[in-house]
């Protein structure tokens, strides 16, 4: 949701923006652009379009110097278009800012603005408006000043000033002409970490950027500024306290976010999960006590003991993660659980009671809707802990408590092994409440084995790539796609149908099988096929009615089953998926991976741009 990279140093700062801007493309890439200041002149180059548009834009017109800013765009305020594109400029031209976020009152101050006299504005963006009220201010302060120290001190007193007046979110980062060698950033809402070099600094959305030049990192909280110098860096607070920032190590390295020998990074994560999920429960489980030992959740034996309800809040795909454990942790633990959508939660008046434990889930652990949530649930006095996978995120770092995924960084948009490993964590979670209550040790143990089982019946499941891959080319016409199970893999279905509209465009519903005959069979037809999530399990013959329902219609079917269930479907399902057998707490780890092949494989079949859908962003900072 637009990434943000800023550089002062002593080498050219163009190659380490780019560099830095495709590893955040991830986060937007509607359109991009750099503004460097060599020698008190400020110079830019941006368009619409991929940072790859950028970089032959700037391989034309090269750019000298050794600080400046960069942006890669994720639209909110104003189209798409070159004039919209970051970074936006004071009314003197001489300041350079880059945005992630909305300014929510950006009408009332450019009202006031050109009140003032200043209609110097060129974009429809609200980040243009903060860049003039910081110019203006800067200038009114320094219209005299010639000596350095003084303008970078007036500088950073604008910034703090024009920030006072700000409504919204925001992390940014800037430039001045005049202000040599020296660059700011602050944030509120949207993230933003300072990368700490050997004579040169950096200002980043995401450690991702700048990981290939620096693996120490401080993480700003919201309503820090910072001043950066090639050589020194000073944190204080929108209100002027300086606070206490501790340089951490990034825990991956440059080479961990390479695609190496895969096309995409997609495909790429989807065969890191055996690691992954193996990843997610190392040194969480406990033989001898049958259970889980989760000791971020910060909770003693009798907090653990006095959960009376669990809501699960989250969006998109980590939704559909909670709605997995919401079916896991009744089930383990026999505590009424409910999901929400984050979003929702925040702002409709959700009864609680005083027993209930909050927990939000994310892989980025900067969804702006989430970290709402959090926030409100927080603020209602409920413990509120994370299940994130970015290490030192907002989410993280605001909760109560909480389980990292240890997933490594997920790049593509669309959310493959984050999915399995926030069902893992789930699965702990309902094992350690369960062990804490009712579930007995021989109940525990098999939960135990089964989750040892997942990372050796994944590979066995990613090895069904190329029979995915040729069904993705047989159906590749298809009209749409319905996805359909029940109980555990009714999320499943869900969270199918919402890989396959990510990254294939294609029209793409997951529903209950049982929801078939209240009016979705209406949708059946040969040209639109459906997806049974149908495991040999205690539901498989309901699901079986449900198949020959769409069967007698005529509707091709395309089955994910296991065990007997292959025997069942060999006349009926026109398209069979056979999975490795496991109990069925845990079979939706293994019942999600082809079906994130298959959209994978059907993407890739039409063409599309896997890890860059149109219109997504993989980190969304806004509401
Ligand atoms: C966006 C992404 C989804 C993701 C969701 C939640 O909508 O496009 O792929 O599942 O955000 O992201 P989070 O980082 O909170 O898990």
């Known amino acids: 949701m637009c990434g943000i990279v800023g550089y002062v140093g002593r080498a050219e700062a163009a190659p380490i923006l780019l560099d830095g801007l495709r590893r955040l493309e991830y986060r937007g890439y509607d359109s991009a652009g750099v503004a460097i200041v060599d020698r008190g002149h400020l110079a830019t180059r941006k368009c619409s379009g991929r940072i790859a548009a950028l970089a032959t834009l700037v391989a034309k017109r090269p750019l000298s110097g050794s600080f400046g800013v960069s942006h890669t765009r994720w639209a909110t305020h104003g189209k798409v278009t070159d004039e919209n594109a970051h970074p936006h400029f004071d009314a003197s031209g001489k300041l350079a800012l880059v945005h992630n976020g909305v300014i929510e009152n950006y009408q009332a101050l450019r009202d006031d603005l050109v009140r003032g006299g200043d209609t110097n504005f060129r974009s429809e963006t609200d980040t243009e408006v903060l860049a003039h009220l910081i110019g203006k201010l800067y200038d009114e302060s320094c219209a005299s000043t010639v000596d350095v120290h003084q303008k970078k001190a007036r500088l950073f007193a604008a910034v703090r000033a024009a920030l006072q007046q700000v409504i919204g979110t925001y992390g940014i980062a800037l430039v001045h002409a005049d202000v040599p060698d020296f660059m700011i950033g602050a944030r509120r809402g949207s993230p933003l970490v300072l990368g700490v070099g050997k004579d040169e600094n950096f200002l980043a959305s995401d450690v991702s950027a700048i990981v290939a030049y620096t693996r120490d990192a401080v993480y700003l909280n919201d309503f820090d500024i910072v001043a950066v110098e090639r050589d020194k860096f000073e944190i204080s607070s ?219 019946q994944i590979e066995i499941v990613l090895k069904l790539s190329d029979q995915i891959k040729a069904i993705a080319k047989k159906y590749a016409d298809v009209n749409g796609l319905l996805f359909f199970g029940r109980q555990f893999n ?118 599309r741009d896997v890890d860059k859908p149109r219109n997504l962003a993989k980190s969304v900072t806004v509401e």
Request: hydrophobic letters at 40%; aromatic letters at 6%; proline letters at 5%.
């Open 490 to 607: 009714f999320p499943i279905a869900l969270e199918g149908a919402l890989k396959m509209k990510e990254i294939t465009y294609l029209f793409a519903e997951g529903h209950p099988s049982a929801e078939l005959k209240h009016g979705i069979i209406a949708l059946v037809r040969p040209d639109l096929p459906s997806i049974f999530i149908a495991p040999d399990d205690a539901v498989f013959s309901k699901n079986l009615n449900n198949i020959e329902q769409v069967k007698a219609r005529k509707g091709p079917i395309i089955a994910l089953t296991s065990g007997n269930g292959v025997n069942q479907l060999k006349n009926i399902a026109n398209e069979i998926i056979s999975l490795p057998a496991a109990p069925d707490c845990v079979m939706p780890i293994l019942t999600v991976i082809p079906l994130q092949l298959l959209a994978y494989h059907l993407a890739v079949e039409l063409g």
């Open 238 to 456: 929108l209100a002027g306290e300086s606070g206490d920032h501790q340089v951490s190590k990034v825990e991956f390295t440059a080479e961990d976010i390479k695609k190496g020998v895969y096309p995409h990074y997609m495909l790429k994560e989807i065969f890191e999960q055996p690691d992954s999920v193996r990843d997610a429960m190392r040194g969480r489980l406990s033989l001898e006590e049958c259970t889980a030992k989760l000791g971020g959740l910060n909770m003693t034996p009798a907090q653990l003991r006095d959960v009376g309800r669990i809501v699960l809040m989250g969006c998109g795909t980590a939704l559909h993660a909670g709605r997995v454990g919401e079916y896991l942790i009744e089930r383990l633990a026999n505590i009424p659980t409910e999901v929400e959508f984050a979003h929702e939660f925040r702002h409709r008046n959700t009864p609680m009671t005083p027993e209930t434990l909050v927990f939000a889930i994310s892989q980025s652990g900067e969804t702006a809707d989430t970290l709402g949530a959090l926030r409100e649930s927080r603020r209602k006095g409920f413990r509120t802990l994370g299940i994130c996978n970015n290490v030192a995120s907002t989410i993280a770092r605001e909760s109560d408590g909480g389980v990292y995924m240890h997933a490594g960084p997920e790049i593509g948009v669309a959310a493959t092994k984050s999915f399995s490993s926030q069902v893992v964590i789930l699965t702990l979670i309902g094992l350690l409440f369960g062990r804490m209550r009712n579930l007995s040790t021989a109940e525990g143990s098999r939960v135990i084995e089964a989750l040892e089982a997942l990372p050796e």
